[in-house]
């Protein structure tokens, strides 16, 4: 079974603040997702990184796949009340068709 | 393009009721998902369809759980009798067919349900 930890599970911070939540494994993905889901939907894909050291950005959203391809980062500059939500990361493994092993999310308020 | 539909989107019942949930994947998407979510954790998988087969089903409480997916478009989830640990969120995601290891789910809102 592979299992991905996010860490921290929950963060309370200040508007303009920084921050960074990890998604750790001692797997190797091939392809690792990004959702955020707010209350009372389903999760929204966020970002997909593929290759090993793979830096994306999305507006304040800056997103790192490891290099040995079994964690990842999301960085978000200047948070904003928006930003609230559930951050999920999401595993392929390799062989696993189009199986996901999600991690067990981090909570991120954002107050004003 | 309409996204994923669920329904209902709560669900409250006593227990050792039966409950079903329907689901209504993006068009053009052969594969289909549910999945459950507790309070405060992530997604796991229930069972996946490619069409109308079940090709991954390992972790579905078969005793009580049943779901199927005839003509490989909509998809019903079915519970058994209910239990109280099977309140949670049931979700319903749908992909393309998967090629190259890169590939997107789409999640529909859920179903809520509480089993009191």
């Known amino acids: 079974t592979q299992l991905l930890e996010q860490s921290p599970q929950f963060l309370s911070i200040q508007e303009g603040e920084n921050l960074t939540v990890y998604c750790n494994s001692s797997?190797?993905?091939?392809?690792l997702q990004w959702y955020r889901q707010e209350p009372g939907e389903g999760p929204v894909l966020l970002v997909t990184?593929?290759?090993?050291?793979e830096v994306k950005k999305l507006k304040r959203l800056t997103f790192q796949f490891g290099d040995a391809r079994k964690d990842s980062s999301l960085h978000i500059t200047a948070a904003q009340t928006g930003d609230t939500g559930l951050y999920l990361c999401a595993g392929v493994g390799y062989n696993a068709g189009n199986m996901l092993t999600f991690g067990g999310g981090t909570r991120l308020m954002v107050k004003p | 393009e309409a996204g994923v539909v669920q329904s209902p989107r709560y669900k409250i019942i006593e227990k050792k009721q039966p409950v079903a949930f329907w689901c209504n994947p993006i068009?053009?998407?052969?594969?289909l998902y549910w999945y459950r979510q507790n309070l405060g954790q992530g997604p796991e998988l229930l069972i996946r369809?490619?069409?109308?087969?079940?090709?991954?089903d390992s972790q579905l409480p078969k005793d009580r759980f049943s779901a199927e997916r005839l003509k490989g478009v909509d998809s019903t989830l079915k519970i058994q009798p209910a239990e109280l640990g099977d309140s949670a969120v049931y979700l319903c995601?749908?992909?393309?067919?998967?090629?190259?290891?890169?590939?997107?789910?789409?999640f529909g809102p859920g179903t809520r349900l509480t089993v009191t």
């Open positions: 797997s190797v993905f091939s392809s």
């Open positions: 990184v593929v290759t090993g050291g």
């Open positions: 369809y490619e069409n109308e087969e079940a090709v991954d």
């Open positions: 068009s053009g998407h052969n594969t």
């Open positions: 995601a749908s992909s393309l067919e998967w090629t190259s290891g890169i590939y997107e789910q789409y």
